[in-house]
Every structure is written in C-alpha cells, then in structure tokens.
C-alpha cells in the first residue's frame, strides 16, 4: 500500500523558514518524480515544484522560484520542501505527491497518482 505523509508545517512569521518532509513508503521511490502543490481556502491546488527521479532536475513555480528549494533522498525515501522567505500568501495545506509516468518535473495535478493528506503552513503577517 502506498503511503505519503508529509510533515514540518506549522505557524511562522512572515521571512521566516521551514523545511518540509514527505515520507514515502510502498513504492520504489527511486522510480517515481515527485511534486509539491498547495491549496489554500477556496482556492484550487496549485503547483509549488517538482523533482525528477534521481533529482538531477527540478521545477518551480514562479511564485516559490528563488525562495524555495525541493530535494529528495532516495535512500530514505523522503523529498523535502525547503520554504526561506515565506510570505502571507504561502499559507496553505502543502501536498506532495508521486508518479512513474514521467521521469522529469511535471507540474499538473492529474500527472500525479498518490497523494498525501498534507500539512498546514500558516505564515503571519
């Protein structure tokens, strides 16, 4: 069975920094792309960024592009979300998510096949 649980959100000031971690268990991680996305209230889930299998190759939206940083380690089955800069409309539930489909950095939704429940990333003003 496939599992994805991510970790590390939690209440930060405006320019503050958080690290989040999505661990992947069920599947051979090492073969699967993997990609962050975010949904705040009423709003619809949006791409954040996106690593290819080996992490050779990375995406991001232009929004995070220069404050967030996504890696991964494959002997732990984990990927990461390094957020620095974060500002009010970073406030979301964040999402990682997996596929085999691609080896490379899609950034669509429906390109993904497992997701996690999320965490919540609240940034004060």
């Known amino acids: 069975q496939v599992q994805l649980v991510e970790s590390g959100g939690k209440l930060v000031q405006a320019g503050g920094s958080l690290r989040l971690s999505c661990a992947v268990s069920?599947?051979?991680?090492?073969?699967?792309?993997m990609g962050w996305f975010r949904q705040a209230p009423g709003k619809e889930r949006e791409f954040v960024a996106a690593?290819?299998?080996?992490?050779?190759?990375?995406y991001y939206a232009d929004s995070v592009k220069g404050r967030f940083t996504m890696s991964r380690d494959n002997a732990k089955n984990t990927g990461y979300l390094q957020m620095n800069s974060l500002k009010p409309e970073d406030t979301a539930v964040y999402h990682c998510?997996?596929?085999?489909?691609?080896?490379?950095?899609?950034?669509?939704?429906?390109?993904?096949?497992?997701w996690g429940q999320g965490t919540q990333v609240t940034v004060s003003s």
């Open positions: 998510a997996t596929t085999r489909r691609y080896n490379g950095t899609p950034a669509r939704v429906i390109d993904y096949d497992d």
């Open positions: 069920g599947l051979s991680f090492r073969l699967y792309s």
């Open positions: 690593i290819s299998w080996s992490g050779s190759a990375t």
